[in-house]
C-alpha cells in the first residue's frame, strides 16, 4: 500500500466558526492551529496547507487561568538599541483582543514559511458579527 500524498490542487477547503466566549486561551488556540494546519484531515501532509479557514468571533471575552492577566508578558523589540517594548495580558486584551489570540496561535505552527500561509487563514473578530456569513462556515464547538 503507498502512502498518499495531497497535492495543492486536490486540497478543499473548509470555513469553521469558533465562539471563544469564556474558553481558557491556551485550549482554544491549539484546536484552531490543528484545523489550520489540516491535522483533523485524514489526507493531513506535512509540507502542504491542507488546512481550513478559521474565524473568531468574540475575541475579548477569551478567558486565562491563573494570575496569567498581570503576570504573562509579551515582549517586542524594534530592532533599536533600547528598543524593547513589553505589554500585559491584561493591557492586551484592551487594547488588541485579536492580536492575542494570534500569538497564542502562531506559537503553535512550525516555524517556515507554510505557517505565515496558514496564519493568513485565520480570521479573529472582536464581537459576535463578522462578514463571512456567504461561506456557511460550519459551528465548532471548542
Not at 41 to 54: C, R
Amino acid at each position: 500500500m503507498k502512502t498518499q500524498v495531497a497535492k495543492k490542487e486536490q486540497v478543499t477547503r473548509g470555513w469553521y466558526l469558533v465562539n471563544v466566549e469564556e474558553k481558557v486561551l491556551g485550549r482554544v488556540a491549539t484546536q484552531i492551529a490543528n484545523i489550520l494546519r489540516g491535522k483533523n484531515k485524514a489526507v493531513f501532509t506535512p509540507s502542504v496547507d491542507t488546512g481550513d479557514f478559521v474565524i473568531v468571533v468574540n475575541a475579548e471575552k477569551i478567558a486565562l487561568t491563573g494570575n496569567k492577566m498581570a503576570d504573562k508578558v509579551y515582549y517586542s523589540h524594534s530592532g533599536f538599541p533600547g528598543g524593547i517594548k513589553s505589554i500585559t495580558a491584561g493591557k492586551l486584551i484592551d487594547k488588541k483582543p485579536e492580536d492575542l489570540i494570534r500569538k497564542a496561535v502562531k506559537g503553535m505552527l512550525p516555524k517556515n514559511k507554510l505557517a505565515r500561509h496558514m496564519l493568513s487563514k485565520l480570521k479573529i473578530y472582536t464581537g459576535s458579527e463578522h462578514p463571512h456569513k456567504a461561506q456557511q462556515p460550519k459551528v465548532l464547538d471548542i
